[in-house]
């Protein structure tokens, strides 16, 4: 049975709490900075916002319940959601049908992390069972390891090359060189590309995101409460999510998005031609090919063929993580999996910090999360519109 | 063939140190299976009683049919490295101060997804290989991709040695020299290139066959060290504690009597002087030294070896005292373990069933001679294992009370009918 | 039965005698004679360590434990500010005193343990026979009861009452191994023969028979007939053994008196002591 589409439910007010290589502060501070940047772009009071889904690893000891209490927020509606990289989609999925059934009003959707100079690998250490029992204790590379393996295994089966990877790293670079809050402010050769110092053979630094600590959040209402408030939107024409899939793949070549992309185009209205920019979760290259072929644009395996075919900039053949991506803006966090959603609606309703696509219509997103053990388990996808 | 190690430079008595690091030692309790079976040098992982479907990473529940009976079962690790890396980069300490490392993603016949380090001798994915477990510095358990033919060492990778405790160039002390085990163990650690052996000798008037011709050993040096008399272990501890690499403890009282055979409690004693006090008295002049000296170079202090016996699981009643006070030997060495594993040294345990010494007479065959219990004792030293039960009768020992400790209990309380 | 008591109680009444005698002669003086020279002490115990070698006996037979200590504290946390040792040893270990009841042959004797032995008997001469030449010649010298009526054509008669200690210079062997002298036929240290031993007893009724070695016997004893005679006899006549003494090539061969007090162990059969001689100057 397909699911139910999201009427008229939009995303409003994308903020960006600016990155920052290594803060002293809390996650609560950045997780904060969101709500009150969300705040001041609805200019609404506080109180107008009845809905919270937060996302966050460096939280600890506290949940999204600790937040409301920390900053005063009466909720009623609230959600935690750990899914890393598809944090960002799965509370859009949540915050839509809060707001269509009536069970919030406005849904601010945050996702936020700091970044102490240990933090990264006291987080890897302990980031799942699995992770503890059976990946960290051989060598600790952290999601380095997963990725080399995952690259390796890709470019050995498929034929891609390191310049396939390099050509949408130097893109990504060139994008974000436009974006003010983009970490990465060097312009990226393909050489340099190359002949970066090697992390985890194949894998060089470029392929490597930074983590960094920041937030990103937007607004889940209905239209009609955008239009009161006088606020641009991007309408929510599709969201699919997906956890766990294919298991018995003996190494991931696929995500979840081969499974659910016909039911979110049907629930879109739209196909992959229609799409004119992709915000893809992009901590190392060879996802963003994952993603090229789940979505549609390209035949499984056949995503080295595709990157030779297209341009990614901005104003490229296929506009692709427009503000720079995570791998040319930083990794802030579970703010990774909100970076290309925030981006998206900066796209739609003409806000962007860096270039524009031009007449863009349909911004499709997708989102990637949590290495557990081998793979990454939840994926997912949402296709935003223009009004 | 092992790489010959050269003899190592002397240290630069200038330079600081190096303190220890391990590796990640954190494990979920249901992960820690595995690290029993590679403690015995075995991969076990847990299958499912109900559909007999294999689990990794160690799991709560089958992730088939979600039964909860999983047992831990035995593994031939035969699969497919289908991906590696070679990692440059490392968040602990212990893999950065030893980059690069070679990782890879092992598919097993039996369908589960394996995370190993990979062999130097293994070729690039795809390839079959053979998975095995060993233990890592910190005492937890790691899988290894091998070639599927031929076994390479762990020894012959340069990484993987790491996880072993090879007696080659280093120095040794073995506490009693003079019992028949002692003596082939000094002669084996000799044969697998000790650098240096000190041989302790207790009550030096008491002659024993054989002894003499240990002295012939270039690395062999006699020392006097009685484990019974606090003041002699300290005075050893402070001449030599500081260059000892590995200890082995092979004091061994061995009286063949029941607590009904035996009046008094004077032999009782003895033994536990010998084989628990004298265990402590060691432990506690040498392991801080052990400690400190855990990094030091390339032939740091590494391991200490404990010669126990397979009486010290259950109580062989013909021999109750003595099996009591390999008991106790055995619980202080879990104490000793749980000391030194901060600091990477580790504790190998030696069970061995009955040797083919007086003491052990009139116990029926198969007995363990010297010689194999020694080389067993090598063995691992150069592996990472750190539980070993040399010969026949301690591994059935050790599976009967694996099985059933009760049972073995009463089988073994019949052998004094 | 009865012979036996009759004869403790002789040997009680004269050894009784023997002492008192000079001690009420001396006891004004003995301060004044130490201390003018008139007289002198010999220490001879060694140092009771936990080195010090011990009897050796087949493994499957129980064992003299020997001298072992434990630090109790020393000025640390286990006590701030005091030192003390607990120690262990078995009853024959270092310089030690054998009572009658040690032997079999002697289990009997009234007042046959360390705690119940006349205190009048730690007070006794002493007669030195030199076998040192002989022993450093054969570690398996034995003395002979020829070799003691020797002695005594130039010293005297051995008095009743007193002690016979064998001077071999074995306690100069500072080497556990040479002072043991165990090969694979077992000790070889002198002693006395089985028939010297009887006349000791008998025809002398000495106090006892004090060795510098690790036994009052031979170190082949245990192939003599009756095997250890001088712990068979001697305990059996209800007479004493010293062993592991010392400083005997200081003594004079007549003369000298020896302190030798046990502990008071109840039942005990020996016991560790500090034995020293007093050696009035000619
Ligand atoms: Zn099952």
């Known amino acids: ?387 | 063939m092992s790489q010959v190690a050269k003899r190592p430079k002397r240290k630069n008595p200038v330079e600081r140190t190096r303190q220890p690091t391990l590796p990640p030692p954190t494990r979920s309790r249901v992960a820690l299976g595995l690290t029993a079976a590679a403690a015995r040098g075995r991969l076990q992982l847990q299958v499912c009683v109900d559909c007999g479907t294999v689990q990794y990473p160690p799991r709560e529940v089958c992730r088939a049919c979600l039964s909860q009976r999983l047992v831990w079962r035995r593994q031939d690790g035969a699969g497919e490295l289908i991906s590696e890396t070679t990692l440059h980069a490392a968040q602990e300490l212990y893999f950065r101060e030893r980059l690069p490392w070679r990782i890879g993603n092992v598919r097993l016949d039996s369908e589960v997804n394996v995370m190993a380090y990979v062999h130097d001798a293994v070729g690039a994915p795809p390839c079959r290989v053979r998975i095995e477990a060993a233990l890592d510095r910190a005492g937890q358990a790691a899988l290894i991709a091998m070639p599927q033919t031929g076994r390479p060492a762990l020894l012959d990778d340069p990484k993987l040695r790491e996880m072993t405790c090879d007696p080659r160039a280093r120095k040794i002390l073995v506490s009693d020299g003079k019992s028949a085990v002692g003596q082939a163990i000094v002669r084996a650690l000799a044969a697998a290139g000790a650098d240096l052996i000190w041989i302790g000798v207790a009550e030096p008037w008491k002659q024993a066959a054989g002894f003499d011709g240990l002295r012939e050993l270039p690395q062999a040096k006699v020392v006097a060290l009685d484990v019974t008399d606090s003041h002699s272990v300290r005075e050893l501890a402070g001449e030599i504690g500081g260059k000892v690499d590995i200890v082995v403890n092979t004091n061994d009282c061995h009286r063949a009597f029941s607590l009904a055979a035996r009046r008094g409690v004077e032999t009782a004693q003895l033994e536990m002087d010998i084989n628990y006090f004298g265990l402590l008295r060691l432990a506690q002049e040498f392991a801080p030294a052990l400690k400190a000296r855990a990094a030091d170079g390339t032939t740091n202090a590494i391991a200490w070896v404990n010669v126990l016996s397979i009486f010290a699981l259950a109580n062989y009643p013909p021999h109750g005292t003595y099996s009591a006070s390999k008991a106790a030997a055995f619980s202080l060495s879990q104490n000793l373990r749980a000391e030194l594993r901060p600091a990477g040294v580790r504790v190998i345990n030696l069970f061995p069933g009955p040797v083919d010494d007086e003491w052990d007479q009139l116990e029926m065959p198969p007995k363990l001679s010297p010689a194999t219990l020694a080389a067993a004792l090598v063995d691992a030293l150069k592996g990472g294992v750190e539980d070993v039960y040399p010969g026949d009768v301690a591994q059935d020992w050790v599976a009967r009370n694996l099985e059933n400790p009760k049972a073995l209990e009463r089988e073994l309380g019949e052998t004094l009918r | 039965m009865k012979a036996a008591k009759k004869k403790s109680t002789r040997k009680k009444s004269t050894a009784k005698a023997k002492v008192r005698a000079p001690a009420r002669r001396e006891r004004a003086n003995l301060s004044d004679m130490l201390i003018s020279g008139g007289a002198h002490l010999v220490d001879l115990t060694q140092t009771l360590s936990p080195d010090f070698p011990t009897i050796v006996l087949p493994p499957e037979f129980g064992q003299c434990r020997p001298f072992r200590m434990e630090e109790v504290s020393r000025y640390d946390e286990r006590g701030p500010g005091w030192y003390w040792n607990n120690v262990s040893f078995g009853e024959h270990s270092g310089t030690h005193f054998d009572a009658p009841i040690h032997w079999i042959s002697g289990r009997d004797l009234p007042n046959n343990s360390v705690d119940t032995l006349p205190l009048a008997h730690f007070i006794a001469p002493a007669c030195v026979i030199d076998c040192s030449a002989q022993a450093k010649a054969d570690s398996d010298f034995l003395l002979t009861a020829a070799h003691v009526k020797q002695w005594e054509q130039r010293h005297g008669r051995i008095p009743v009452g007193a002690w016979v200690l064998m001077r071999t210079d074995w306690s100069k062997r500072k080497d556990p191994v040479t002072y043991q002298n165990l090969d694979d036929t077992g000790q070889h240290t002198p002693g006395p023969d089985p028939d010297c031993v009887r006349f000791l007893a008998n025809e002398r009724d000495v106090l006892g028979f004090g060795t510098e070695t690790i036994g009052t016997d031979a170190g082949q004893a245990a192939h003599f007939t009756p095997p250890y005679p001088c712990h068979y006899y001697m305990h059996g006549a209800g007479k004493y053994g010293l062993q592991c003494l010392c400083n005997l090539d200081l003594l004079p061969a007549t003369g000298a008196f020896i302190v030798a007090a046990p502990l008071k162990i109840l039942q005990g059969s020996g016991s560790p002591l500090r034995a020293f001689a007093i050696v009035p100057a000619k």
């Open chain 1, 1 to 387: 049975m397909a699911a139910r589409g999201f009427d008229d439910v939009v995303l409003a007010a994308p903020v960006t709490v600016p990155y920052v290589r290594f803060s002293t502060r809390g996650a609560h501070w950045f997780l904060g900075r969101a709500v009150a940047q969300l705040v001041a772009a609805a200019k609404i009071p506080k109180q107008r916002i009845d809905g919270l889904a937060v996302a966050s690893f460096t939280l600890a000891p506290d949940t999204a319940v600790g937040l409301t209490q920390h900053l005063g927020l009466t909720l009623r509606w609230l959600d935690h959601v750990p899914m890393g990289g598809a944090s960002g989609i799965v509370s859009i999925r949540r915050a839509a049908r809060a707001v269509q059934n009536g069970d919030a009003e406005i849904v601010a959707c945050v996702g936020g992390d700091t970044n102490h100079t240990d933090s990264f690998r006291r987080n890897t250490a302990s980031f799942s069972q699995f992770a503890q029992d059976a990946v960290y204790p051989y060598g600790s590379g952290g999601p380095n390891t997963s990725f080399a393996l995952l690259t390796a295994y890709y470019m050995r089966a498929h034929g891609a090359t390191r310049e396939d990877f390099g050509k949408l790293c130097v893109a990504q670079r060139d994008n974000a060189l436009k974006n003010p809050l983009a970490l990465f402010k060097k312009p990226l050769t393909l050489a340099d590309y190359l002949n970066a110092r090697l992390v985890a053979d194949p894998l060089r630094l470029f392929d490597c995101v930074m983590p960094c600590a920041g937030a990103e959040g937007f607004l889940v209402m209905r239209r009609g409460m955008a239009e009161q408030l006088g606020l641009p939107f991007a309408r929510l024409l599709g969201a699919v999510e997906r956890h766990n899939a294919f298991p018995d793949d003996p190494i991931q070549d696929r995500g979840g998005w081969s499974l659910d992309r016909d039911a979110l185009y049907a629930q879109a209205g739209v196909g992959p031609d229609d799409i004119d920019f992709l915000e893809t979760y992009d901590d190392y290259p060879v996802i963003n090919v994952l993603q090229f072929e789940g979505l549609g644009f390209c035949p499984a395996g056949g995503g080295a063929d595709f990157i030779r075919a297209y341009t990614f900039e901005v104003a490229g053949s296929f506009p692709f993580n427009t503000s720079g991506g995570q791998l040319s803006v930083g990794q802030a966090g579970a703010a990774g999996g909100h970076l290309g959603i925030v981006e998206a609606i900066r796209q739609l309703t003409g806000q962007t910090l860096g270039a524009r696509v031009p007449n863009a219509r349909h911004g499709l997103v997708s989102g990637f999360g949590i290495i557990n053990y081998d793979r990454g388990i939840c994926s997912g996808a949402a296709v935003l519109a223009a009004t």
